[in-house]
């Protein structure tokens, strides 16, 4: 069984800001990837999982995706697949509309696979509450 890297190797911070409308609200995951490690971007081969912002409960739907700005390009010799990859900070949000109006309480978790030059971590989930009045 593959072990956990040492230290937190991905740090996020959610918060929401107003939507276009008063029914839309941004969530916005401020994701920094500790130096070393990388954490994949859309489109992954199979069996990887890339960084996205997931709703588990509160009264809203997603929008969309997650949007998050252009990965790197990430060439790994010898293997055929192309990955994308994202290092350092970079920050995603995800548009919802509201089905409640506030006061509400919002619970999800921003998902990810960091991995280092040589290893791959098993995914990983932060989970965020956020309490909107």
Do not use: K, N
Request: with cysteine; aromatic share 8%; hydrophobic share 45%.
């Amino acid at each position: 069984m593959e072990q956990p890297p040492p230290a937190a190797p991905v740090t996020v911070q959610v918060h929401a800001e107003p939507g276009a409308s008063p029914d839309m609200l941004r969530l916005v995951a401020e994701v920094t990837v500790q130096p070393g490690y990388h954490v994949y971007a859309e489109p992954v081969p199979a069996g990887f999982t890339p960084l996205t912002i997931v709703l588990r409960e509160g009264p809203a739907e997603p929008a969309g995706p997650a949007q998050w700005p252009p990965p790197e390009r990430l060439v790994i010799e010898d293997l055929p697949e192309e990955f994308w990859v994202f290092h350092g900070r970079v920050s995603g949000q995800l548009l919802l509309r509201l089905t409640a109006p506030p006061p509400l309480v919002l619970r999800g978790e921003v998902v990810y696979q960091a991995c280092t030059e040589f290893t791959c971590f098993m995914p990983a989930a932060i989970p965020f509450e956020l309490q909107l009045s």
